[in-house]
């Protein structure tokens, strides 16, 4: 406890976190919500049999813990992704490691007051939860035994994305590769909980014992890992050396090297110019693609590479070998990649010239704010649709060994038009938020909260609406609401298999979730036209008014003090 009293890196980060005021908005936003999710699905018979049907308030309970363990997860890399990259781009961290301070002291106050806020926001719903105990249907010993899950899962979650923060230059590669690891591991976790809801005694051995251990055996090797990259930091100096040596960094690379002069990775990291431009050309495009977006090396990119392949080959094999009618939930996974890496190459698209104070410069040049625009959108756009397109390989290659998707090419092209109009909607929001924010990881965190309203709340929403809620209108209009999601989209791509393993099993199971998750959104070409059409028209809006305040140059530059 006394290392922890005198460790001026934790009351430092504490009170500059939970001192400001938008740690007090969060708390209140997200504990009112939480309260509305439960009172709008509380059972509206006047008179409740528990023990004919305590199905009701189980399910409220799961709804209530796996809403949270989601929402936490995905705000977990948010706090602690810029631990350490934080202190690299401020350029203290050489100051930070030339203090008395043992690297042990600092991982220890960093991880401490990055998850403190978090772990708040988790205990402080613990009220709420107990007003759904008299319900029936779980027990208390469940809900600590959820709350030590959730709690142990959290941290680890935590310290994974600070072991990222450690490895990394900047903030947004550190978010980036931490959410391509947590995320999996969160739907992992939300699977077994729902495959152990029948077996009480085995789930609630699992989450006392073995999640537990699980978590503390990994974050004891990533906080050694974390404290042992500030004992020996390789990019010590970086302070005051913004490019890496790529020629050093290959050298020394493990696992997969980036080779700019071969195919395919010259698609998405074209080698250096040796020559001069041609004539028309866009020198804002030219320098994006050809220097600027991996100025900082590769290791973001080719972990992002690895990392994804990886988790692609079981998912793969499930849906589109062995299940083809679940075809749809592999698409899925692929739109789930392209919203985590498209704001990654556009977010910094103006905010690093803000950052660099060269915005202005720029702005007073004789490019044309269209040249500017296109330049910068489509260099990190490139990059994002490319490595977007290695995850649909499989789907091609599905369809050419698999004979049931012969009749069904225009699906797999459906399937590739909505990858190509996601990443497009990613990248334009992305560069959207990085015109109104100063910083790349403030942009980074808004595009990402605008993507995940827009694409994920709906169809939770309509999920919620229709099993919780007998509001027919509202549920309509939910539905109508869910076709702006490409999650939703995939969906509604027809997909000729009526005998599929996926139609079977939804004609086969009883649990209303499940069948609407099975049957959601009913094959339609025309509401697959809808999300088109709606995908088109605002990423052609944000164009436009990005486009208007590139026009009014004092706009643009204006944000770019402070």
């Not at 500059?16 to 936003?29: D, E, K, S, T």
């Not at 528990?50 to 706090?79: C, K, N, W």
């Not at 030339?98 to 719903?125: D, F, M, Q």
């Not at 996926?502 to 209303?512: I, Q």
């Amino acid at each position: 406890m006394s290392d922890l009293r005198d460790n001026p890196v934790l009351q430092r980060e504490l009170l500059v976190n939970l001192r400001m005021p938008r740690a007090f908005v969060l708390l209140a936003i997200y504990q009112g919500l939480l309260a509305l999710i439960v009172m709008a699905a509380w059972p509206r018979e006047t008179r409740l049999d528990l023990r004919e049907s305590p199905e009701s308030a189980r399910q409220l309970g799961d709804l209530f813990f796996l809403g949270q363990f989601v929402i936490a997860s995905l705000m977990a890399p948010s706090f602690a992704a810029g631990a350490i990259a934080g202190e690299k781009e401020r350029r203290t961290f050489e100051m930070l490691l030339a203090s008395p301070l043992r690297p042990e002291k600092v991982v220890l106050g960093k991880i401490i007051a990055s998850l403190t806020h978090l772990g708040l926001l988790v205990v402080t719903s613990l009220p709420i939860v107990v007003l759904c105990l008299p319900l029936g249907g779980i027990s208390l010993y469940e809900v600590l035994a959820a709350y030590l899950a959730m709690l142990a899962c959290l941290i680890l979650f935590g310290v994974i994305s600070l072991a990222c923060s450690s490895r990394f230059r900047r903030t947004s590669a550190a978010l980036v590769v931490s959410y391509l690891i947590i995320l999996p591991l969160a739907a992992l976790a939300v699977g077994g909980w729902l495959a152990l809801r029948d077996q009480g005694a085995l789930r609630l051995e699992t989450v006392v014992i073995a999640v537990p251990a699980v978590a503390w055996a990994g974050i004891s090797l990533l906080f050694r890992d974390a404290t042992d990259r500030l004992r020996q930091p390789g990019d010590l100096g970086s302070e005051g050396k913004e490019v890496v040596d790529e020629v050093e960094e290959q050298r020394d690379a493990v696992g997969l090297v980036i080779d700019r002069e071969r195919f395919p990775d010259r698609l998405f990291a074209p080698p250096r110019r040796d020559d001069l431009m041609e004539d028309g050309a866009n020198p804002v495009y030219e320098k994006e693609l050809h220097s600027e977006i991996f100025a900082q090396g590769t290791l973001m990119l080719r972990l992002v590479v690895q990392i994804s392949m990886l988790l692609s080959i079981p998912m793969m094999a499930w849906a589109l070998f062995f299940n083809p009618g679940m075809n749809s939930w592999y698409v899925c996974y692929v739109l789930l990649f392209a919203l985590l890496v498209g704001p990654v190459f556009s977010a910094g698209s103006l905010t690093s010239e803000r950052e660099r104070q060269t915005l202005d410069l720029l702005l007073t040049t004789n490019i044309s704010p269209w040249q500017i625009l296109w330049g910068k959108l489509i260099s990190g756009l490139r990059v994002a649709t490319v490595l977007t397109g290695f995850l649909l390989w499989p789907l091609v290659l599905a369809t050419v060994l698999v004979p049931i998707y012969w009749g069904n090419i225009g699906g797999i092209a459906a399937y590739v038009l909505l990858c190509a109009a996601t990443c497009l909607a990613a990248s334009v929001t992305a560069m959207a938020s990085s015109t109104l924010m100063r910083k790349t990881t403030h942009a980074m965190l808004l595009s990402y909260g605008i993507l995940l309203t827009l694409y994920a709340v709906p169809p939770a929403a309509d999920l919620f609406v229709r099993n919780y809620l007998d509001a027919p209108a509202l549920g309509r209009v939910t539905t109508v609401a869910a076709r702006i999601s490409p999650f939703r989209a995939a969906f509604d791509v027809p997909f000729d298999e009526p005998d599929s393993p996926r139609e079977m099993r939804r004609r086969r199971t009883s649990d209303p979730a499940d069948r609407w998750l099975l049957s959601y959104a009913p094959s339609d070409w025309n509401e697959f036209g809808q999300h088109l059409l709606m995908s088109a028209s605002g990423t052609g809006l944000l164009i436009v008014l990005m486009l208007q305040a590139f026009r009014i140059r004092w706009r643009v530059a204006d944000s770019s003090g402070g």
